[in-house]
């Protein structure tokens, strides 16, 4: 049994694609760091839009990249900051505007991988933005949390 917090929650959808929610607690690294929301260009299906059956992301907040692709306005090329970001990069208080409502790639996109090892993107990217590297967490057997 183990008293450390959980921080990654994963939920496996009924496609077997696998979610991962942060919660809202001091340990939770994204809190102050924020870079993949300025790095990636975050791109979905169009019917991920609010106003299609079932999608969530505010349609204001997108913009097109084909006529059945759009993705979060600020991220087109890459390298830009995604417009639903909130605070400044590296710094605590940083979040996501829309996180409930937030599309796939933000969903899909892991802090920690299954075995407890840091995503090597976000090692990568909070080292750009001069933060520490995320530590390993030991993986909760049977349970999709870490
Ligand atoms: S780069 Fe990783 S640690 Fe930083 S906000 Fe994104 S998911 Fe969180
Ligand atoms: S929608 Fe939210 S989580 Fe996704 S890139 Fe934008 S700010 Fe980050």
Known sequence: ????????????????????????????????????????RVSMYMGEMASSPGGTVPDELVSAV????VC?????????RCVARRGVVGKPGIRCEIYKLRPTP????????EDGTPNPDCQR?????????????SAVPGVGEL
């Open 1 to 40: 049994m183990t008293n450390r917090k959980i921080v990654q929650l994963l939920h496996v959808q009924r496609d077997n694609r696998v979610f991962a929610d942060m919660v809202d607690d001091e340990d939770n690294p994204c809190l102050s760091c924020g870079a993949c929301c300025q790095h990636f």
């Open 66 to 69: 084909n006529p059945v692709i």
């Open 72 to 80: 979060m306005k600020g991220t087109e090329a890459g390298n830009g």
């Open 106 to 113: 933000c969903r899909e996109y892991r802090v920690w991988l």
């Open 125 to 137: 990217l909070r080292k750009n933005i001069e933060l520490l590297p995320l530590k390993p967490r």
